[in-house]
Nanobody, 120 residues
Framework: QLQASGGGLVQAGGSLRLSCAAS????????MGWFRQAPGKEREFVAA????????YYADSVKGRLTISRDNAKNTVDLLMNSLKPEDTAVYYC???????????????WGQGTQVTVSS
């Protein structure tokens, strides 16, 4: 089970750190990722990290601004969000998969999302 937290209201240019906590003993066996869904839009891929955290992959829209990291000892995956823009406003979800892919069909164990709102 995955539980995302850390969302909130921030002004454009500001920062937030999202965190996703996982239960169970198999956290290190999975690729972890973040997705988001803006109002009226489909859910989209944001970022993913491999089993050890050494491999990361980002959507073009967030490259250079968002950083994904994981701590396998704590069963957590974080998303540090800098230089936030109003278009980053969305509900952010964490999920796990067997491999890094942007295809949502490959991801599972979706947790409850956390709302991020960026004001202009």
């Amino acid at each position: 089970q995955l539980q995302a937290s850390g969302g909130g209201l921030v002004q454009a240019g500001g920062s937030l750190r999202l965190s996703c906590a996982a239960s169970g003993r198999t956290f290190g066996n999975y690729v972890m990722g973040w997705f988001r869904q803006a109002p009226g839009k489909e859910r989209e891929f944001v970022a993913a990290t491999g089993w050890s955290g050494g491999t990361t992959y980002y959507a073009d829209s967030v490259k250079g601004r968002l950083t994904i990291s994981r701590d396998n000892a704590k069963n957590t995956v974080d998303l540090l969000m800098n230089s936030l823009k109003p278009e980053d406003t969305a509900v952010y979800y964490c999920a796990r998969a067997g491999r890094i892919t942007t295809s949502q069909a490959a991801w599972g164990s979706w947790g409850q999302g956390t709302q991020v709102t960026v004001s202009s």
